[in-house]
T-cell receptor, first 116, second 113 residues
Protein backbone atom coordinates (compact mmCIF):
# COMPACT_ATOMS: atom_id res chain seq x y z
CA UNK A 1 0.00 0.00 0.00
CA UNK A 2 1.17 3.50 -0.80
CA UNK A 3 -0.79 4.89 2.17
CA UNK A 4 -1.68 8.56 1.85
CA UNK A 5 -0.17 10.37 -1.11
CA UNK A 6 -0.19 14.07 -1.93
CA UNK A 7 0.75 16.04 -5.02
CA UNK A 8 2.47 18.32 -5.67
CA UNK A 9 5.21 18.42 -3.01
CA UNK A 10 5.97 22.07 -3.68
CA UNK A 11 3.97 24.82 -5.37
CA UNK A 12 4.42 28.54 -5.91
CA UNK A 13 1.38 30.60 -6.86
CA UNK A 14 0.72 34.24 -7.54
CA UNK A 15 -2.01 36.05 -5.64
CA UNK A 16 -5.38 35.36 -7.26
CA UNK A 17 -4.42 32.12 -8.95
CA UNK A 18 -6.36 28.96 -8.26
CA UNK A 19 -5.12 25.44 -7.88
CA UNK A 20 -5.99 22.00 -6.54
CA UNK A 21 -3.95 20.01 -4.07
CA UNK A 22 -4.42 16.31 -4.62
CA UNK A 23 -4.77 13.69 -1.90
CA UNK A 24 -5.36 9.98 -2.31
CA UNK A 25 -5.36 6.97 -0.01
CA UNK A 26 -5.45 3.28 -0.83
CA UNK A 27 -6.44 1.95 2.60
CA UNK A 28 -10.20 2.17 2.04
CA UNK A 29 -10.45 4.71 4.85
CA UNK A 30 -13.77 6.44 5.36
CA UNK A 31 -12.43 9.56 7.03
CA UNK A 32 -10.19 12.06 5.26
CA UNK A 33 -9.15 15.53 6.26
CA UNK A 34 -7.01 18.51 5.31
CA UNK A 35 -4.83 20.47 7.71
CA UNK A 36 -2.59 23.44 7.34
CA UNK A 37 0.54 23.78 9.44
CA UNK A 38 1.94 27.19 10.24
CA UNK A 39 4.91 27.95 12.52
CA UNK A 40 3.86 28.12 16.17
CA UNK A 41 0.25 27.22 15.40
CA UNK A 42 0.24 23.47 15.16
CA UNK A 43 -2.10 21.72 12.76
CA UNK A 44 -5.42 23.35 12.00
CA UNK A 45 -8.27 21.50 10.36
CA UNK A 46 -9.54 23.01 7.10
CA UNK A 47 -12.16 20.52 5.88
CA UNK A 48 -12.96 16.89 6.48
CA UNK A 49 -15.06 14.09 5.02
CA UNK A 50 -16.60 11.03 6.68
CA UNK A 51 -17.31 9.29 3.40
CA UNK A 52 -17.91 9.73 -0.31
CA UNK A 53 -20.29 12.58 -0.97
CA UNK A 54 -20.02 14.00 2.57
CA UNK A 55 -17.83 16.94 3.53
CA UNK A 56 -17.83 19.46 6.35
CA UNK A 57 -15.90 22.49 7.51
CA UNK A 58 -13.18 22.49 10.11
CA UNK A 59 -11.57 25.35 12.02
CA UNK A 60 -10.24 27.39 9.09
CA UNK A 61 -12.32 26.67 5.95
CA UNK A 62 -12.41 30.12 4.35
CA UNK A 63 -10.80 30.28 0.92
CA UNK A 64 -10.84 26.51 0.42
CA UNK A 65 -13.24 24.05 -1.18
CA UNK A 66 -13.29 20.26 -1.09
CA UNK A 67 -15.23 17.42 -2.65
CA UNK A 68 -15.27 13.68 -2.09
CA UNK A 69 -16.57 11.89 -5.15
CA UNK A 70 -14.74 8.64 -4.35
CA UNK A 71 -13.51 6.97 -1.18
CA UNK A 72 -9.92 7.26 -2.37
CA UNK A 73 -9.61 10.92 -3.35
CA UNK A 74 -10.07 14.16 -1.43
CA UNK A 75 -8.81 17.19 -3.37
CA UNK A 76 -8.45 20.63 -1.80
CA UNK A 77 -9.11 23.64 -4.02
CA UNK A 78 -7.80 27.12 -3.45
CA UNK A 79 -10.21 29.41 -5.26
CA UNK A 80 -8.17 32.63 -5.31
CA UNK A 81 -4.81 32.25 -3.59
CA UNK A 82 -3.73 34.82 -1.02
CA UNK A 83 -0.36 35.26 0.74
CA UNK A 84 -2.07 34.24 4.00
CA UNK A 85 -2.50 30.77 2.50
CA UNK A 86 1.25 30.22 2.39
CA UNK A 87 1.63 27.12 4.51
CA UNK A 88 2.35 23.41 4.56
CA UNK A 89 -0.75 21.38 3.82
CA UNK A 90 -1.26 17.86 5.10
CA UNK A 91 -3.92 15.41 4.13
CA UNK A 92 -4.80 12.66 6.61
CA UNK A 93 -7.05 9.63 6.69
CA UNK A 94 -8.35 7.16 9.23
CA UNK A 95 -10.54 4.10 9.14
CA UNK A 96 -13.71 5.53 10.56
CA UNK A 97 -13.10 8.97 11.99
CA UNK A 98 -15.40 9.80 14.82
CA UNK A 99 -18.40 7.66 13.96
CA UNK A 100 -17.03 4.80 15.99
CA UNK A 101 -14.01 4.86 18.22
CA UNK A 102 -11.47 7.31 16.87
CA UNK A 103 -8.72 5.69 14.89
CA UNK A 104 -5.12 6.48 14.12
CA UNK A 105 -4.81 9.24 11.58
CA UNK A 106 -2.26 8.62 8.83
CA UNK A 107 -0.76 11.72 7.29
CA UNK A 108 0.43 12.32 3.76
CA UNK A 109 3.91 13.75 3.07
CA UNK A 110 2.62 17.31 2.77
CA UNK A 111 2.53 20.06 0.16
CA UNK A 112 4.54 23.21 0.72
CA UNK A 113 2.65 26.11 -0.82
CA UNK A 114 3.98 29.62 -1.28
CA UNK A 115 1.71 32.43 -2.47
CA UNK A 116 3.49 35.53 -3.73
CA UNK B 1 -15.02 24.19 20.26
CA UNK B 2 -12.16 22.37 21.91
CA UNK B 3 -9.00 24.28 22.87
CA UNK B 4 -5.77 22.35 23.39
CA UNK B 5 -2.80 24.06 24.99
CA UNK B 6 0.67 22.53 24.97
CA UNK B 7 3.74 23.34 27.05
CA UNK B 8 6.61 23.90 26.80
CA UNK B 9 7.10 25.11 23.25
CA UNK B 10 10.78 24.13 23.35
CA UNK B 11 12.58 21.62 25.52
CA UNK B 12 16.25 20.64 25.69
CA UNK B 13 17.45 17.64 27.65
CA UNK B 14 20.70 15.74 28.00
CA UNK B 15 20.82 12.32 26.43
CA UNK B 16 19.60 9.75 28.92
CA UNK B 17 17.43 12.20 30.85
CA UNK B 18 13.63 12.19 30.81
CA UNK B 19 11.40 14.62 28.93
CA UNK B 20 7.85 15.59 29.84
CA UNK B 21 5.42 17.49 27.63
CA UNK B 22 2.05 18.61 28.98
CA UNK B 23 -1.25 19.40 27.31
CA UNK B 24 -4.53 20.71 28.65
CA UNK B 25 -7.92 20.57 26.96
CA UNK B 26 -11.12 22.48 27.52
CA UNK B 27 -13.95 20.18 26.40
CA UNK B 28 -14.77 17.57 29.02
CA UNK B 29 -16.40 15.46 26.28
CA UNK B 30 -13.01 14.83 24.63
CA UNK B 31 -12.03 11.24 25.18
CA UNK B 32 -9.29 10.35 22.71
CA UNK B 33 -5.80 11.83 23.00
CA UNK B 34 -3.11 10.94 20.46
CA UNK B 35 0.50 12.13 20.38
CA UNK B 36 2.37 12.70 17.15
CA UNK B 37 6.08 13.03 16.39
CA UNK B 38 7.18 15.13 13.46
CA UNK B 39 10.76 15.12 12.30
CA UNK B 40 12.04 18.05 10.27
CA UNK B 41 10.45 18.10 6.83
CA UNK B 42 8.48 14.93 7.48
CA UNK B 43 4.85 14.10 8.14
CA UNK B 44 3.41 13.73 11.67
CA UNK B 45 3.37 10.13 12.84
CA UNK B 46 1.42 8.67 15.74
CA UNK B 47 3.63 7.48 18.58
CA UNK B 48 1.09 6.72 21.30
CA UNK B 49 -2.53 7.41 22.14
CA UNK B 50 -4.82 7.08 25.14
CA UNK B 51 -8.55 6.91 25.65
CA UNK B 52 -10.35 8.37 28.63
CA UNK B 53 -11.17 4.99 30.15
CA UNK B 54 -7.52 4.53 31.19
CA UNK B 55 -5.18 6.72 33.18
CA UNK B 56 -1.84 5.64 31.77
CA UNK B 57 -0.40 3.82 28.79
CA UNK B 58 3.18 2.77 28.14
CA UNK B 59 5.10 1.69 25.08
CA UNK B 60 8.76 0.99 25.81
CA UNK B 61 10.38 4.38 26.62
CA UNK B 62 7.20 6.37 25.96
CA UNK B 63 4.24 6.79 28.28
CA UNK B 64 1.17 8.97 28.36
CA UNK B 65 -0.84 9.87 31.45
CA UNK B 66 -4.31 11.34 31.57
CA UNK B 67 -6.05 13.26 34.36
CA UNK B 68 -9.69 13.67 33.33
CA UNK B 69 -10.60 15.71 36.38
CA UNK B 70 -7.94 18.30 35.68
CA UNK B 71 -8.34 17.90 31.91
CA UNK B 72 -4.70 17.43 31.18
CA UNK B 73 -2.52 14.74 29.69
CA UNK B 74 1.22 14.35 29.44
CA UNK B 75 3.83 12.60 27.32
CA UNK B 76 6.80 11.09 29.13
CA UNK B 77 9.93 9.99 27.30
CA UNK B 78 12.54 8.20 29.39
CA UNK B 79 16.20 7.52 28.59
CA UNK B 80 16.09 10.04 25.77
CA UNK B 81 18.21 9.51 22.69
CA UNK B 82 19.31 11.96 19.96
CA UNK B 83 16.82 10.35 17.56
CA UNK B 84 14.02 11.51 19.87
CA UNK B 85 14.76 15.07 18.74
CA UNK B 86 11.66 16.25 16.86
CA UNK B 87 8.50 18.30 17.27
CA UNK B 88 5.79 16.58 19.31
CA UNK B 89 2.10 17.40 19.01
CA UNK B 90 -0.75 16.44 21.27
CA UNK B 91 -4.34 16.30 20.08
CA UNK B 92 -7.82 15.77 21.44
CA UNK B 93 -10.95 14.37 19.88
CA UNK B 94 -14.38 13.12 20.82
CA UNK B 95 -15.24 9.56 19.81
CA UNK B 96 -17.63 8.34 18.77
CA UNK B 97 -19.55 11.25 17.35
CA UNK B 98 -16.81 13.83 16.88
CA UNK B 99 -15.03 14.22 13.60
CA UNK B 100 -12.49 16.85 14.47
CA UNK B 101 -9.05 16.54 15.98
CA UNK B 102 -7.74 19.58 17.81
CA UNK B 103 -3.97 19.88 17.97
CA UNK B 104 -1.66 21.62 20.39
CA UNK B 105 0.91 24.05 19.04
CA UNK B 106 3.81 21.62 19.34
CA UNK B 107 6.93 21.12 21.45
CA UNK B 108 10.35 21.16 19.83
CA UNK B 109 12.45 18.61 21.73
CA UNK B 110 16.22 18.62 21.41
CA UNK B 111 18.23 15.81 22.96
CA UNK B 112 21.83 16.89 23.50
CA UNK B 113 24.37 14.04 23.09
Amino acid sequence: NAGVTQTPKFQVLKTGQSMTLQCAQDMNHEYMSWYRQDPGMGLRLIHYSVGAGITDQGEVPNGYNVSRSTTEDFPLRLLSAAPSQTSVYFCASSQSGGRTLADTQYFGPGTRLTVL
Amino acid sequence: GENVEQHPSTLSVQEGDSAVIKCTYSDSASNYFPWYKQELGKRPQLIIDIRSNVGEKKDQRIAVTLNKTAKHFSLHITETQPEDSAVYFCAASISPGGNQFYFGTGTSLTVIP
